[in-house]
């Protein structure tokens, strides 16, 4: 009998830490990101601004906290930017975040490369 009831607060405990506690750790995902309209690159460009989209469930704080680092690579046809979303799964939905902007450093100008990444 004894060794049931061990089982059971061990299943008990087992569910209670992926209800109470495996939810608030984040994930992140690649995010949507756009340039801003009338926004120009040009071969000599080597900052920018980009646009991300911050959607989700999270629990309702400022959407730059959510962005992580911009990620950009380099090849001889592209300048690729990929910028990662923390996914905070918290109890309810605190809406949707669009085109928050983050400025990206290059560590050499575009070119005649496309500008890639997770844009859509």
């Known amino acids: 009998m004894a060794k049931v009831k061990v089982v059971a607060w061990v299943a008990v405990g087992i569910v209670a830490f992926a209800v109470l506690v495996v939810p608030r750790f984040p994930r992140t995902h690649l995010a949507h990101w ?6 120009e690159v040009s071969a000599d460009t080597t900052e920018l601004t980009i646009l991300v989209t911050v959607d989700g469930c999270h629990d309702g ?3 730059e906290r959510f962005i992580t680092e911009p990620r950009v ?9 990929e910028v990662g979303i923390k996914d905070y799964y918290m109890d309810g939905c605190a809406g949707y975040f669009g085109g928050t902007p983050v400025d990206v450093q290059l560590d ?3 070119g005649d490369r496309a500008l890639t990444g997770s844009a859509g």
């Open 61 to 63: 704080g400022g959407a």
């Open 34 to 39: 756009t340039l801003p309209d009338g926004y």
């Open 108 to 110: 050499e100008p575009v």
């Open 73 to 81: 690579t380099y090849s001889p046809e592209a300048v690729s930017i």
